[in-house]
């Protein structure tokens, strides 16, 4: 069993900066592939960003690929979304989730989720 925490939520204006971080605990959270995805009000959960467990491979989503890092720390037990260059699409319910999957996309490839955390960005 692994669980899964968000924090570093909030708003912020255009061009902004937000780092997120996801804290998880369990046995063995450590050997899990890691994803962040989204969910803007009225819209389906989207993919952003995925990390291996080693962290040797990410891959992003071409709308957030430039702007967003994913890393890890695998001693700490925690997974960190750096998101630059925000902009209002960017809004949404962001969700840390784990897979036992290499580099999954795919939302019904991860098992574990968090309750997530609203970013919100103005115009």
């Known amino acids: 069993q692994v669980q899964l925490v968000e924090s570093g939520g909030g708003l912020v204006q255009a061009g902004g900066s937000l780092r997120l971080s996801c804290a998880a605990s369990g046995r063995t959270a450590s050997s899990y592939a890691m994803g962040w995805f989204r969910q803007a009000p009225g819209k389906e959960r989207e993919f952003v960003t995925a990390?291996?467990?080693?962290?040797?491979?990410?891959y992003n989503a071409d709308s957030v690929k430039g702007r967003f890092t994913i890393s890890r720390d695998n001693a700490k037990n925690t997974v960190s979304l750096q998101m630059n260059s925000l902009n209002p699409e960017d809004t949404a319910v962001y969700y840390c989730?784990?897979?036992?999957?290499?580099?999954?996309?795919?939302?019904?490839?991860?098992?574990?989720w968090g309750q997530g955390t609203q970013v919100t960005v103005s115009s």
């Open positions: 990390i291996s467990w080693s962290g040797d491979s990410t």
């Open positions: 989730a784990a897979s036992a999957g290499r580099l999954p996309r795919r939302s019904y490839q991860y098992q574990y």
